[in-house]
């Protein structure tokens, strides 16, 4: 695996890669590998036969009171998970290689709609900063194709939003989240949890596994789900940042006609801020 962290480095790697024809498969990260990255990484080497990667914590998508300075910076034993994964390149890029005239005066692609609420809501021009870096990388490194997971829901849907209005062409392709055996999604951010809190972290995918099977059993009363929902992540000791039921298309707020939904979730666990997501489609079956 060659590691790059220039642009012009980076172009030039993957245009050697085209002229052999090879198809290009990125995987955009924040560093601090984990299991659901490398699958990630994996699912891209199955549909591509060249592997990017990319580690860059990007300043752009922090907010001022969140944790830019602590995010965890892990490249050497990142760089071995690739390694072992089938990467075949890892740009690992500056602050100020990738913003050479400074952040105040950036470009910014916001993608409207998705991007709003959930997520969005909480965290103000974080998926501003999260569309403008990623389609940086995106003409960076001109991919065939993008692999992220679902468990950021809603980023996956501003990308792919982005990349339809935008007439990109990148295939985006999601990755179900991957999951620890006691059902709590992984996250370079667990590990800022103690061990009590570890321990308590389940209740957030048991949650939305107790909304979810009451809608498969035709409950529609969204609100009074909802309600219950936040009760019982207070009643385990999480502090519940938002919790919702949406059309899992548009993540539009879900109507009882809606027949495909995602169910959403953050909530602070100590100093640290969880999200998950549970996918619940009720549409008819065939028989």
């Known amino acids: 695996m060659n590691v790059v962290k220039t642009v012009a480095d980076l172009r030039a790697a993957v245009a050697r890669a085209r ?6 498969g990125f995987v955009p990260t924040m560093g601090n590998l984990h299991a659901g990255h490398i699958a990630l990484v994996k699912k891209a080497g199955q549909r591509a ?5 990319s580690i860059f914590v990007n300043p752009l998508q922090f907010g001022p009171n969140e944790d ?17 994964a089938g990467c075949h390149l890892l740009f690992a890029p500056s602050v100020e290689e990738m913003y050479p005239h400074g952040q105040a005066l ?3 692609v916001r993608v409207p709609g998705v991007s709003e609420g959930l997520c969005g809501g909480s965290r103000p021009g974080h998926f501003d900063g999260v569309s403008t870096v990623v389609s ?4 960076m490194v001109l991919p065939d194709l993008a692999v992220f997971g679902q468990k950021d829901f809603q980023q996956l849907a501003v990308i792919r939003t982005m990349v339809r209005d935008l007439n990109m062409p990148v295939q985006i392709i999601g990755e179900p989240t991957m999951r620890a055996e006691d059902g ?3 996250s370079s951010r667990n590990g800022y949890l103690s061990a009590d809190e570890r321990a308590t972290a389940p209740a957030l995918y048991r949650t939305l596994n107790q909304l979810a099977d009451a809608i498969r059993n035709g409950d529609r009363d969204y609100p ?3 309600a219950k929902g936040q009760q019982t992540l207070q009643a385990a000791g999480l502090r519940p940042d938002y919790l919702e039921i949406r059309n899992a298309t548009d993540l539009q707020p879900a109507t009882a006609d809606t027949r495909e939904l995602v169910i959403l979730v953050a909530a602070f666990l100590g100093r640290t801020r969880l999200i998950d997501n549970l996918l619940v489609d009720i549409r008819p079956t065939s028989v």
């Not at 002229?19 to 290009?24: A, Q």
């Not at 036969?49 to 990667?53: I, L, R, S, T």
């Not at 940086?136 to 003409?139: C, I, P």
């Open 19 to 24: 002229g052999e024809d090879k198809r290009i």
């Open 49 to 53: 036969d060249f592997v990017v990667a």
């Open 68 to 84: 830019l300075a602590s995010y965890p910076r892990t490249l050497a034993a990142d760089q071995e998970k690739l390694f072992d």
């Open 106 to 108: 950036q470009t910014i």
């Open 136 to 139: 940086k990388l995106f003409n």
């Open 184 to 186: 709590l999604a992984l």
């Open 224 to 226: 009074a789900l909802l």
